[in-house]
């Protein structure tokens, strides 16, 4: 699977609820770069409630200008959360299940501690 295949999915609970889609990833690194690229390892997936649409960067907290767009992308985005890779159960190209007792953390890059 590709990540193209996941972004637009639909996210859905255990219990079957609908949660929102998937906006994006987030992938971290683990080590400093090489001759190439370091080795990236996926973080969880951004879900916004509101839209399958990216946040074209606008997830970074201090990001703010040009201020009318970015207002726009904190609203079509509000109510989005990052979902950690251990709490995905299933992931599919239209459905991602997440476990029971899943953590829902703030998408904002500087604001998350986790992974």
Do not use: K
Request: aromatic letters at 10%; proline letters at 6%; zero cysteines.
């Amino acid at each position: 699977m590709i990540l193209s295949d996941v972004i637009g999915s639909s996210v859905h609970s255990a219990d079957g609820e609908v949660l929102g889609r998937v906006a994006d990833a987030r992938f971290v690194l683990d080590e400093q770069p090489g001759q190439l690229l370091a080795g990236a390892r996926l973080q969880g997936l951004i879900v916004s409630p509101h839209s399958a649409g990216s946040f074209m960067g606008y997830e970074r907290s201090d990001v703010n200008r040009p201020w009318p767009f970015a207002r726009m992308m904190a609203w079509w985005h509000r109510g989005s959360f990052l979902v950690l890779w251990e709490d995905i159960e299933a992931m599919g190209p239209e459905v991602v299940r997440l476990r029971e007792g899943f953590s829902a953390y703030q998408p904002a890059l500087q604001a998350n501690a986790p992974g």
